[in-house]
């Protein structure tokens, strides 16, 4: 698939191409699937604005400034090319025992030209996953467990050098980075009868990284080891009766940091950085209503996470990150989904879905330095977010949607002192979608996105410096595409 976009901002071209394939062989007790992804990917990237900037002419790009040059004179623009390849065998042991295996690689090539630096990494990386189920059932339980192991390795390079008008200049770091993750985990569920269900399990987890800095003498290497505590998760799911189903549901979670946070682009090896970790717990009622044509679902949660990851933003626009204490999340979720086939000779089938969202994120004690976000907003994340879907299908395989999408104004600091405005998202498309026998799949369609012509910032950078916080979104815009699908199966 090919796509290529000018961009609504100055510096936005994009030029993306995408190749995948994929194979299958079933035999009597296996299944064989083999998958192949190539992507190959040039975006430009503009750099943020300041609030005046973005008032002033939300198209710009990033201009020249404390010391460092233009978005467009540093020819601002990420290179990728991403190769993943993988075989899945799904294996019949016996009526009651299956195991499923796979095993991957990829590697992936990036070129950040970006204004402060110009950035090269090489990420070559395999992996395997086994997991083995066992189901036995009888009249009044039904027990299915499950268990099975994941491990992950990379061997890394990243070189990072002065930029001199879109090209790599004098070296300026370079970095070896070796990571590997294990992962052990196992879970049980149980049916008593046709009213209750439990689920528990757990997971344990390490995580090692070693980082060595080729250009600076003496050699050295950095390492540190994540080792994960026991994770135990626990859901009960109870049938009321056959309209209404309760479920609640804790666990425990464990994050350490990613190769980007522990050295993230301003080229400082950050080992020191702690492991995310929390605890999660939900409360869930589903309805079932006109003979489940519609479907409800409303959420409590509420999250104590410990040693939150925090981005922040230097003068130069690179990132780093910093632990901050504990964040407390709690909020509550809407659901409702309607859905309707029709016999007739023009509309098949018509689909409403609807979201709402609502979050209450604060830190706990957060304090760095002299500054105190104790209790403040956590930023980026709305306080409410409303999304609606609505889909017509009809015999002749044209269909029409539309969808809406609004969200509560958000904080751009810790500090909660700069706010990114409330948007409304409006957007239709109208396509057509080939339904014949044969391999051969085909999709015409034409849509219009922010149908409204909002002006709002999207991606915005968070904790920037000097007030950097602003990506300018696209105003009103219309696209067409078509879509063909070859697909063969052997057996």
Known sequence: MHT???????????????????TKLTKEKYELTASV??????????????????????????????????????????FQKNFLAGIN????????????????????????????????????????????S???????????????????????????SK??????????????????????????????????????GFSVTKTKLELTRLSSYPVTTQSRTYRNEL???????????????????????????????????????????????????ETNFRFFLLKSRLKLELTGFFFKLDEALVQRRDAGGADFFINAGDVKQKGVELHADYSRSFSGNIISKFNVRTDFTYNHFRYGYF???????????????????????????SYQGIYLNTNYYTASSIYLNDANTAKAEPYHLLGCQLGWKKRE???????????????????????NDINAAAGRYYNAAPNRNYYLGIAVQWLKQSN
């Open 134 to 160: 066992w189901r036995n059932s009888n009249t009044q339980t039904d027990w299915d467990i499950i268990a099975g192991a994941e491990f992950q390795q990379g061997y890394f390079n990243t070189q990072v």
């Open 163 to 200: 930029n001199k008008n879109g090209n790599p200049d004098t070296l300026q770091t370079n970095d070896d980075i070796v990571t590997s993750n294990l992962s052990l985990f196992t879970q049980a569920s149980v049916d008593l009868g046709k009213t209750w269900s439990i689920i528990g």
């Open 89 to 132: 065998n799904s294996f019949t042991i016996s009526p009651s025992v299956k195991n499923n295996t796979v095993i991957y690689g990829s590697y992936s090539q990036v070129k950040n030209s970006a204004i402060r630096n110009y950035e090269r990494r090489t990420e070559p990386s395999f992996g395997g996953r086994s997991v083995f």
């Open 367 to 393: 304090v760095k330095g002299t500054d105190n976000f104790s209790g403040k907003t956590v930023p980026s994340v709305p306080s409410a977010v409303f999304a609606i879907l609505a889909e017509v299908y």
């Open 231 to 281: 994770a135990p998760r626990l859901s009960v799911l109870k049938k009321i009766n056959d309209n209404i189903h309760w479920l609640a549901s804790v666990a425990k979670g464990f994050s350490p940091p990613t190769v980007a946070e522990v050295l993230p682009s301003t080229g400082v090896i950050s080992t020191y950085l702690e492991a995310e970790r929390g605890w999660n717990y």
């Open 437 to 459: 026998k044969g391999p051969f799949r085909i999709k015409l369609y034409a849509g219009i996105d922010n149908l409204l012509n909002e002006k709002y910032s999207l991606g």
């Open 37 to 78: 992804l190539f992507t190959d990917m040039y975006y430009q990237t503009p750099g943020a604005l300041t609030l005046t900037e973005f008032n002033n002419d939300p198209k710009a790009a990033r201009p020249a400034g404390g010391g460092f040059p233009s978005a467009v004179n540093a020819k601002a623009a990420i």
């Open 4 to 22: 290529t976009r000018d961009g609504y901002r100055v510096q936005t071209n994009m030029r993306r191409d995408n190749f995948t394939w994929q």
